[in-house]
């Protein structure tokens, strides 16, 4: 980890009440040294941002579980581009849309709705944590290595 | 964005009181005034209709049949966002899965009384070719396609609505001749919302059982039934005991006499048939204690709640167990899931083929009992020991009233849930699985449990932990949460005797 | 079409007594001379081989274990008619599909050593790109090959030849690197084969036995099994005992130390248990009493033999009880079957599906046991009540020589097997199952059950018959033919409100 | 059943054990009144031909189970041809071939090779004994109805 501190804003988008795999997520990024703004479930959009703006985040990440993720996350990055969060890292995870769909479809969907990183079903706390690792690392040495979608890992999962 | 409780319940003060009619009657106008399709909603119509439905239509009669011949049933869940796809999901799990009740699941916008959201939603899912909605707007299509969704089956229907706001979904759900509702104020307010008061989801729950009683009380029973399964996530029996004897208290006091309680498998052979002794009896217990001698009470076991494995073969074995574990427990039906739950809402064919494997396996475990089994008896008893003093002292700290000692518990800690989201809820309390399979207390939190039954718990966890060498503590919880949905390869190597 | 016992088999009358040194010494070299790939094998060499094996490739080692460790371990069956697609297959099973023992099935030609055809098959096969063959022509590839396989997978193989003619498989398969080797000349004989006789049959296993027994000199434990299973057809515990009992007491007379005992499921929870308890403490008796202190006998069950659905859905609910049942029995070993099992030998995907779902009951299942479980208790006595007044009798009409009892009893219809296609068995016997899913005895044939143990079961018949309306008689026993195969919605239909 | 009785020839051929569903076959045939004559499993295909010439039989059903019936079966209809049994009826049936197959492809096969008939995996004695009774029929009365190739109903069992 680097210092100093990085600030991550973490919830459950929407009316989603899946708060199990959020509430393990945001102990193992506590535990590995990030500061942890945890709003929990059924947080609407707004909130998240407003978090991030409050806290001067470096990262949100939003889970949604219960599939109509793909309604709420619809604007996420635009919502964030309008409050000043240009280039916020956001990553998405859980079980992003209804029913049991390609998943190289599903990523594609969200990373062009402008997040950074999307997680499959039943990512483990590991890979987020490699990602943030890199990612983090990449934006403070910009040229080496090349930031890579984040979508082309987590296809791998 | 939760809906607030209306003003007439913020008058009274909170008690387990059956709702007065005039005030009842009050409430139910301007419920039924916020959304145009409550305007459809008819009471004697609606009477009329249930009367007409066959009686193997009506769930209340079906679950006392259950019972009486001693039946396992089978129900699905499933919701689609558009009316026809949801009308054919419902004549699917109807004439390919052979469920014996078959299901509305109502989406996460609808159970939010978002219902602007869902017509969104509709008319995404319809645009996109796709269902956008976990589940069916039951309040934005209302009564007349209701009564169609009865129509294209022939089984009795069940709303299944995850809600602590179930008014108006309930008013339009029975009266378009739903015959049973799944919900309560206790469980789905401490394992669905997060901002919601407990006092508000017992108010809102007390006027959908007061509903049901309207019913009863013109010829009509309906099925109620409580989500004991709560969050889903090891939940101990005794958790879901003292939620299921609680809410079925609430039900009584409104007038309630149908009324079914519902626990998540343990997974455990014996765990699971001594849950539903012990629920059937406690419960029982507890209602003939309050002066209620006639509520009939069905248990239904539901498949494994918590994380689930992406291979399809292990699913399939779960799904398998599960009606194994619901047959031999003698629950009177099992809700069920399938090979797709890992990774989303499972199309019709998979939803109806996790119906047929959990039917096979009931067929072959059928009249197999535990009774008399020595390892059954003493956990039936264990689980007694650690429902009885949380129930008792929620009791007594209501002054006997049930709906003030539950709100006044959960201030206290000394009623809590695991995993909860709810700010109401401490959610101290942590479970974990045990070397031998059973779910187990690794932290009681503030819960009340009799030191002697703790040290069991615990002797039992340590066991596990120095077996698989980790740290008896918080990693036991987490890394049970994961434990089912993990590769059957790490669950038991092949590679065990390099 | 059967190869006759050899020449040198004749000129001793049958007798359980070892083979003595000299006449096996040169039943080998006749045997061997029968294929040319039979030049392959060299003892010496042989047992060399098995001994630089890892201790986890050796199945006599592994089935110790597994017993020592409590666990229940999974075996597939499975071959294709080509050297590389067989070696495919074993491959996938052990990656793939977990299985903690590799088969090799044989395929039917070489079952009935028309080795000729064999080569055919494997032409064909090569020609078409498909298997033409339902196993592996292991005579036809011959040792080196044989090696080769071993080799390729991490895990000890078992050869699955279904043969009352094992004599030059059982060669070219221990001399490749087998260690286990599944057969035996009661069980197969009566099961398998139609024209050879029960004395010829248990002469070739004699040899086989014998051939075991000079390993196990040679300090190399080899596991041979017994298919108590037999015509897989409704075959109730007592009759699969009797059968093991025997086969067991032969091999013991041979040399052989390490014998599995196979059972189909009966698909009862409690009378499996109770089969795979009696059946360990009944062979263990009769082992004991003639002397035979040190033979270690692991049970294996399998999978439901009978005939399969063609729902895949039930047919995974079959195979994850199938999990179920072997590791609540406390079975050593389950050997498991696929959703393809109605339609034809499965792909190696499938195959390894039906062992993941497999593994993943038994995981859900581990440790759960029905001792001291009152019905369990009594299931178990009444199958020891079946079983040593028909091995007691076979044994007296022997003169205490097993080998000579069985033949006679046979003849006499005082040992018999349901569903023989053998023409020295009567088949007279006829099974069912009764209404609360026990496999019963409905006609005995001629063989010895008590009085009152055939009152149990024809009372537990005839309560059948009654409940269904139908005849006591054969056709109970044609309807449990077809039982399991139903659809689910025959089995337990989901209109039975109406 | 039309008099005077048919005579059926049954059995399992080549290698194969699989008695159950043959025997249960065989009896049933009996009971609807056709004189049966039951050669077991692992029967030869050159028996079967010996006992319908010995007989005079006016059908052979032949059973396979174990997937290696198309091998076995190869040849039948000539072998029948020589023996001049011209026009007997042929029906096979049970699991024809090795491994799950597309159903209507391996119909096809045995219906090239000869056979009037084919049954797919369990296949039930009442569908046996419609057909029977219809092609014994068809052939009292050749013109009408004309006789549907086997096929076409055995694939929709
Ligand atoms: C437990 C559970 C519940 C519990 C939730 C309890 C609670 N309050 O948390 C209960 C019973 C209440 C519940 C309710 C519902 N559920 Co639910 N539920 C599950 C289940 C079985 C397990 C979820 C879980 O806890 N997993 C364990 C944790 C540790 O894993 P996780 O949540 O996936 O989180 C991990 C990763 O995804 C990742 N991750 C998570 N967030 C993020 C974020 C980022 C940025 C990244 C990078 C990674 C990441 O890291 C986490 C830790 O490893 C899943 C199916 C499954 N997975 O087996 C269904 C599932 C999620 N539920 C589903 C549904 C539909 C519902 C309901 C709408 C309907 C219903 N069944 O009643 C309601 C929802 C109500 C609502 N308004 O939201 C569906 C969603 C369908 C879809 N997407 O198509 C699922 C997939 C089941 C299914 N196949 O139908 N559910
Ligand atoms: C019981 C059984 C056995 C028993 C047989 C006992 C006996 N002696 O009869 C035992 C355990 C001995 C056995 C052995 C083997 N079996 Co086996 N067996 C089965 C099983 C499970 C059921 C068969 C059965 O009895 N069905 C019940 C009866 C009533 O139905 P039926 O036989 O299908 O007959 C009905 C119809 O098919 C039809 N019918 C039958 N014949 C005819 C003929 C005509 C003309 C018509 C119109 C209709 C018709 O009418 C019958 C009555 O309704 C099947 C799988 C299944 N179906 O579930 C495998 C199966 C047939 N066996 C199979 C195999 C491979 C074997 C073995 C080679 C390997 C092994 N497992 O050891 C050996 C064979 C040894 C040999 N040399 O033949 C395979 C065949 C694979 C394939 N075709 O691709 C099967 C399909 C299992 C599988 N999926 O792998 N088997």
Redesign the interface.
Known sequence: MTDPRRTLVTG?I????H??GN??LS?ALEKAGYKVVAL???T?ATDFIKAAVETDADAILVSSL???G??DCRGFRDMCVEAGLDDILLYVGG?L?????TWTEVEQRFLEMGFDRAAP??ARVETVLEWLAHDFATRENPPVPPLTKGGSKAGGL | ?NAPATADLARLPLTEQRLPDDLFSRMRSENLARWPTGAAVDIDEAVELHRRLP??KQLA??MR?AVA?R?CL?QPRGGF?TFEMHRDLMVAL?REG???VVPTTT???T??E?WH?AQ??IE?SERLG?????GYPMVNYGVARARELIDAV??PAIMLT?TSMPKLTGEIAFAGGYSGYLGSGIAYTT?????LSIEDGIRNYQYLNRLAALYQERGVELHRRQPGFL?G?NIPPSIAIITCVLDCLLAAAQGVRNYGLEMGET????QDAAAVAACRELCQDYLVRKGYGDVFTPVTLLHWMG?W??????A??????G??LAA?SGAASVTTKST?E??????PQIN?????????????????R?D???EFEDEKELIKREVRPVVDKTLEMGDGDVALGAVRAFEAGVLDVP???N?GCKSRIMPARDA??YLRILDPGLMPFPKDVMEIHKAKLRQRAAQEGVAFGHELA?SS?YEI?EP??K??S?????
Chains 1, 4 share one sequence.
């Open positions: 459950v929407g009316s989603d009440t708060i199990v509430r393990i102990m929990g479930a059924l609407p219960y599939g109509q793909e309604l079980n849309v209804v029913g049991k769909q079903p039943g | 964005m009686r193997h009669q079906v049949h011949e039946r089978t966002g109807d052979h469920a014996d989406d996460s916008y159970r939010n978002q959201l969104q939603g995404e796709r269902s956008m909605l976990n022939d089984k995850g394992s669905y919302t997060k901002e969050t996530t997974l455990h052979l014996v994380a494995p992406q291979d399809d073969a292990q399939a074995a779960i799904i398998s167990y009606g194994t031999i797709h890992a990774f989303g809402i499972p199309t109806a083929e996790g119906l047929r494997m959990t039917r096979m396996a009931i067929y072959l475990a059928r009249k197999i535990l008399g089994m020595r995993w909860s989201p700010r031998d399979g987490v949460v949905a059957v390869a669950l038991l092949d590679r065990w005797m390099r």
